[in-house]
């Protein structure tokens, strides 16, 4: 507390060979949050909440320069000074007064600094939602994963083809995204870490300039008015690269939860599913849980797949089989004008742009302000 001649507001920390036994940790006084470190002989204060999204800095970790990285995002700040990282040294934290007395270590909650924001270019993707003008938009997402350099054919890939080919005819514009040609990493769990450390755009796409899940995220959230995933049935499940994909698209959803943020307006979804083994309504189901929870909605019949079931074992049977299989193909076909049609009707409503949560995923949440 402030003393009422305004002097410093001096509050015990604890024992200082206590103290020295953790070289970083996070202090809670009232509403002041502290990372206190101790190296090389000294302690240090600073703010504990960073100030890329308020992360606890004294959860974090030193480096052997002295800066405490953040458990969150990775931004750096002096342990001592709480300064950014050398180029970013005015992007700083409120760093506190310390002092040692008859074996106890106090801090003055009166800080010696300010916090201080450099301004930082605000990443492509957080723009607003905006539909430019033009024909209706379908992105095809392949998720079969293969070596590139070896490629061989591939049933859902094949029906995919066919599906964007008709698209093309009915007066559409058409992408195709094939997942395993892009370089990006796993999901690493920052909504596990706290609801606010899962961002948008994704965490790992505003740290990594390398990432190409960007590519996914520009398709999805602004370019497609409809979308058509393919995926192999692997195992009972869709593939590797079908759940890589939508635990990084996972952050289009949390931003429903964390901000009220609906990214998915007016958008229609669809899917094609085939494999040797059986379970397509499992893995339809599955898919359609995730991307109506993304806001998509969905044609009538909202998928095609096929599979040559539990009993039989001759894939080389199976792949000839969807090779020469006419009426897939017109199933495909048929699957295009149901999307396209279906996004038509779309394009120009009213967005869903708010939702009511409760009983859905979560009640509103208290978003973290930094002070």
Same mark, same amino acid.
């Given at each position: 507390?402030?003393?009422p001649?305004?002097?410093?507001?001096?509050?015990?920390?604890g024992?200082?060979?206590?103290?020295?036994?953790?070289?970083l940790?996070?202090?809670?006084?009232?509403?002041?949050?502290?990372?206190?470190?101790?190296?090389?002989?000294? *302690?240090?204060?600073?703010?504990?909440?960073?100030?890329?999204?308020?992360?606890?800095?004294?959860?974090?970790?030193?480096?052997?320069?002295?800066?405490?990285?953040?458990?969150?995002?990775?931004?750096?700040?002096?342990?001592?000074?709480?300064?950014? %990282?050398?180029?970013? %040294?005015?992007?700083?934290?409120?760093?506190?007064?310390?002092?040692?007395?008859?074996?106890?270590?106090?801090?003055?909650?009166?800080?010696?600094?300010?916090?201080?924001?450099?301004?930082?270019d605000?990443?492509?993707?957080?723009?607003?939602?905006?539909?430019?003008?033009?024909?209706?938009?379908?992105l095809g997402?392949?998720?079969?994963?293969?070596?590139?350099?070896?490629?061989?054919?591939?049933?859902s890939?094949?029906?995919?083809?066919?599906?964007l080919?008709?698209?093309?005819?009915?007066?559409?514009?058409?992408?195709?995204?094939?997942?395993?040609?892009?370089?990006f990493?796993?999901?690493?769990?920052?909504?596990?870490?706290?609801?606010?450390?899962?961002?948008?755009?994704?965490?790992?796409?505003?740290?990594?300039?390398?990432?190409?899940?960007?590519? !996914?995220?520009?398709?999805?959230?602004?370019?497609?008015?409809a979308?058509?995933?393919?995926?192999?049935?692997?195992w009972?499940?869709?593939?590797?690269?079908?759940?890589?994909?939508?635990?990084?698209?996972?952050? @289009?959803?949390n931003?429903?939860?964390?901000?009220?943020?609906?990214?998915?307006?007016?958008?229609?979804?669809? *899917? @094609? @599913?085939?494999?040797?083994?059986?379970?397509?309504?499992?893995?339809?189901?599955?898919?359609?849980v995730?991307?109506?929870?993304l806001?998509?909605?969905?044609?009538?019949?909202? *998928?095609?797949?096929?599979?040559?079931?539990w009993?039989? %074992?001759?894939?080389?049977?199976?792949?000839?089989?969807?090779?020469?299989?006419?009426?897939?193909?017109?199933?495909?076909?048929?699957?295009?004008?149901?999307? !396209?049609?279906?996004?038509?009707?779309?394009?120009?409503?009213?967005?869903?742009?708010?939702?009511?949560?409760?009983g859905?995923?979560?009640?509103?949440?208290? @978003?973290? %302000?930094i002070?």
């Open positions: 507390m402030t003393p001649d305004g002097g410093p507001a001096w509050h015990e920390l024992d200082v060979e206590s103290l020295k036994s953790k070289p940790r996070q202090i809670v006084v009232g509403k002041t949050k502290i990372a206190l470190s101790y190296s090389g002989g000294t *302690f240090g204060a600073v703010s504990g909440v960073c100030n890329h999204v308020g992360g606890p800095l004294g959860e974090g970790r030193c480096d052997e320069a002295g800066y405490i990285i953040c458990p969150w995002h990775n931004w750096k700040y002096h342990r001592v000074t709480g300064e950014g %990282e050398p180029g970013f %040294e005015a992007d700083r934290v409120p760093r506190y007064e310390l002092k040692e007395e008859r074996g106890s270590l106090f801090v003055n909650l009166s800080a010696v600094t300010t916090r201080n924001k450099l301004p930082h605000p990443h492509p993707l957080s723009r607003s939602l905006e539909r430019k003008p033009g024909r209706v938009r379908l997402i392949s998720t079969t994963a293969m070596d590139v350099a070896n490629p061989r054919y591939s049933t890939d094949a029906l995919l083809d066919v599906a080919e008709h698209a093309a005819a009915l007066d559409c514009d058409t992408q195709l995204i094939r997942v395993r040609d892009l370089a990493r796993h999901c690493e769990g920052y909504y596990s870490k706290s609801a606010s450390a899962c961002t948008w755009p994704c965490s790992i796409t505003q740290m990594d300039a390398s990432d190409q899940m960007e590519r !996914v995220y520009e398709g999805i959230v602004f370019w497609a008015d979308v058509i995933v393919a995926s192999p049935i692997r009972g499940s869709a593939s590797s690269l079908y759940f890589k994909m939508i635990e990084r698209m996972n952050c @289009i959803q931003q429903i939860t964390i901000r009220d943020n609906v990214l998915i307006r007016n958008k229609v979804a669809s *899917f @094609i @599913i085939t494999g040797g083994q059986d379970n397509i309504q499992a893995v339809a189901g599955q898919m359609l995730f991307f109506t929870e806001g998509f909605d969905v044609p009538q019949f909202p *998928f095609i797949a096929h599979s040559r079931g009993s039989s %074992e001759d894939m080389e049977r199976n792949v000839a089989y969807v090779q020469r299989n006419t009426a897939l193909r017109d199933g495909a076909r048929a699957l295009a004008e149901r999307t !396209v049609s279906c996004a038509r009707e779309a394009v120009g409503h009213a967005p869903v742009a708010k939702t009511e949560r409760a859905r995923k979560a009640h509103k949440m208290e @978003i973290l %302000e002070d």
